[in-house]
């Protein structure tokens, strides 16, 4: 039956390629008012491929904003299980178009790279599931599964109405698992499983000084520079062997096992240096910069400014200083926790002589992780080695998703990143693009992961 | 003598400050091309006075920019010294407009003081000198003292091109001692000789990471942040208790000595909280505000940046982070090698993984201290107060002024202070002003210092 299903794709390959560049064809732009309609259209483009597959209760729910897709087919029975699928259909604005090599929504195939806005980020794995449904349908007149299509049309702009969606409509969503397919392969070919995503908070916090810039030869000796106040407050809160030191920063951290050791240190690292232009890469002792990055905890200074900024000197005190930080945060890590951990520190440390003033960043996540031994991770993990030809590779991510949190929080569900990106996929840049070869091999792991899933 | 030459100053003072209103309402701002002739009519005024009141060799000297003004009279004799006073009869922008009260170049009298620009800075004070002047010639027919006249008009640029000129005329400027009324006393009414200048030196310095800011969720771990390693190397320039830890930075600082102490104890304190809003003052572990900011060297940050500087969060790693730094330096300090040490200070310090770039501030200045013991001081201390009838305080300053350090390395010769200044006078602000009780004591002042002098 397997094989029916894919030589479906194969024989339709052209259709299907044909079908996607209409969707991406549609410049969905959320962000931008002037693309309401472009984005309505494009939201119908999925109704009415869902529609033609032959799933049920298909419709564009309107939200407060931009509406999202709804469709479902439960024609696999009470053995089989039930996947909630997110995904997006919205995608970045295209400029700088003058960066672009072809247009951003003609889509063009190039050295087997299909390039258009959204199509690795998300329209083109959007796609794939679609073209996957298609092709069990039209040649089983069944899925293996059960599923719930969520496609979304505010992901580029926060989600802004999924939240409050999925909250007030529990029923309708409720599955078994969720899948998302919205993410990457570290390398072009190199089957991954993410697993975990870190959480996030954050919070700026000016120092006062002087009520204004101050002669720097007249006042220097009597008053704290703000400046250097922050210097010093900064400095306390890591140290140079990037150790945070917040007292009850770490609490509660689950310590890095062997096991997981070991999948990291199967992950194909990236060579920073050379992407990066930095000397060397510098990370929290006693771990390297894969474990760092993917698991342990990081405190960061995202802005920082005080004072003149202009050409050459100019002689003053400044008024006042400002720092903006965010940790991204591991399983164990409360965000509202470590946020009122984070003040206690600068309250506890601001040097004499300046006043501090605390502005707390209202958004925040929590860090997500599944078990890697999960059976449905398990399965994800054999599919995709079969597709690729490779083994597959286990990662964490420093980054946050907000819908993974929310989807976590509310349905307790477990969540599978199925992602089939790139690195040189140049998401949110001019000449996005996704591999064609990830394409074809992304859909055979779809059609093996349907049908390994079928019976858990 | 000395009553006749001030009864001749209350006899014309209507005279004279009419004179006085004529010469502030030329707006004659040197960094504005479009008051160039301006600049030159303010020139031409001071040496038609100085024509009008009997001096020798009178000219308006080109320079590169604005003229100086040159004159001399040495009809004093060979017993007489020879003094060099120096002024500046250019004057700041006077915007913004909307600010003043009343109009900044139609000088205006309220409450005791005249109000435009230049009033106090530092036409105001040259315009005394010239009364003062022509007090003497017009009723002794003689001054006790030879003079030498040089008035420029580019202070408010810098005194671009008076280095060059004081140092290729050397034989035209010559004289004994110099005399320079562009400063202040401590508070309105009190003596005050201003015996010391700091010098200063500066530099700014980026530490360079990655390329381009990068997402703080997939680097943070593998990458140091450009924004905290500044932070550790700031502060590592001065601890908390404001001691600069750069090595050798006090190196040939003279101990602070008990008669100091005393004399800089004597001058009646600036409440810093009121005038700057800081919750409490700051200063070098064992010496008190007065004593820092007037006798102890200083490092300050003037400006620190790097980063997102917006509204809200942005999860960035920058890419770097800058700093301007400068320090204010005492006698024994010398500028050029200060640098040097704050330069090896940092690469010394400078954390793994950013990139050093040091930025040298061109421009630098030697501190500037006489012996308040000086014959020279003690006899303008001893006419101050006899003109205000109160004791004469002895400060130092943390400002430079760049042509105070260059008539002392070109001619080797002492300089005097007489300002005449109040700290209400709103230098460089809207509603310069000078005050009246200021104007009049400080020609008394001047009538009895060039008979104190005269057989020096």
Redesign the interface.
């Known amino acids: 039956m397997t094989e029916k299903v894919l030589q479906y794709l194969r024989d339709n390959r052209e259709a299907q390629l044909h079908a996607l560049h209409n969707f991406l064809s549609i410049p969905s732009v959320s962000t931008d008012s002037k693309h309401k309609e472009d984005v309505h259209q494009a939201a119908q483009f999925v109704k009415e491929y869902l529609d033609k597959i032959g799933f049920d209760k298909v419709r564009v729910q309107p939200t407060k904003g931009h509406p999202l897709v709804y469709g479902e087919w439960l024609g696999a029975g009470n053995d089989a299980p039930t996947i909630l699928l997110y995904g997006h259909y919205d995608v970045q604005p295209a400029d700088p178009l003058e960066l672009w090599d072809s247009e951003p929504f003609k889509p063009e195939v190039r050295d087997g790279r299909l390039y258009a806005r959204g199509a690795s980020d998300d329209k083109g794995q959007v796609f794939m599931h679609l073209a996957v449904f298609e092709a069990f349908m039209k040649t089983e007149g069944t899925l293996p599964i059960n599923v719930k299509v969520c496609i979304e049309g505010e992901e580029e702009i926060g989600s802004e109405n999924l939240y409050d969606i999925l909250t007030k409509r529990k029923e309708q969503f409720q599955a078994d698992f969720a899948v998302i397919s919205d993410s990457g392969m570290v390398a072009s070919g190199q089957p991954t499983i993410l697993y975990g995503l870190?959480g996030?908070t954050?919070l700026?916090f000016t120092l006062h000084?002087?009520?204004?810039d101050?002669?720097?030869?007249?006042?220097?000796?009597?008053?704290?520079?703000p400046?250097?106040a922050?210097?010093?407050?900064?400095?306390s809160?890591?140290d140079?062997e990037?150790v945070v030191q917040v007292a009850g920063f770490y609490d509660g951290v689950e310590a890095l096992g062997e096991e997981e050791r070991r999948l990291i240190d199967n992950v194909p690292g990236?060579n920073?240096q050379e992407s990066?232009?930095?000397?060397?890469?510098?990370?929290?002792k006693g771990?390297t910069?894969?474990?760092?990055?993917?698991a342990?905890p990081?405190l960061?200074?995202?802005?920082?400014?005080?004072?003149?900024?202009g050409e050459?000197?100019?002689?003053?005190?400044?008024s006042a200083?400002?720092?903006?930080i965010?940790c991204?945060l591991v399983p164990g890590q409360d965000p509202d926790v470590i946020q009122g951990l984070l003040v206690k520190h600068l309250e506890e440390n601001v040097?004499?002589?300046?006043?501090l003033e605390v502005k707390r960043?209202p958004?925040s996540a929590k860090a997500y992780k599944v078990d890697p031994n999960h059976p449905l991770i398990e399965k994800a993990a054999e599919s995709y080695t079969k597709a690729f030809g490779k083994e597959t590779v286990y990662v964490r991510?420093?980054?946050?998703i907000p819908v993974v949190e929310w989807i976590e929080s509310i349905y307790h569900m477990p969540i599978v990143l199925l992602g089939f990106g790139t690195p040189e996929d140049r998401l949110h840049s001019p000449n996005e693009s996704f591999a064609l070869d990830s394409y074809d091999k992304g859909m055979e792991t779809l059609v093996y992961y349907w049908n390994a899933v079928r019976n858990d």
């Open positions: 870190k996030f954050g700026e000084g002087p009520s204004n101050l002669h720097s030869g007249l006042y220097g000796g009597a008053v704290r520079n400046a250097i922050m210097a010093h407050l900064l400095a809160l890591k140079q990037e990236e920073y990066t232009g930095i000397p060397e890469t510098v990370s929290e771990y910069a894969k474990e760092h990055t993917m342990r990081t960061e200074v995202n802005g920082l400014f005080g004072g003149y900024q050459g000197t100019k002689t003053i005190i400044p200083a400002t720092a903006k965010t991204r040097p004499r002589g300046v006043k960043e958004l991510m420093g980054g946050s």
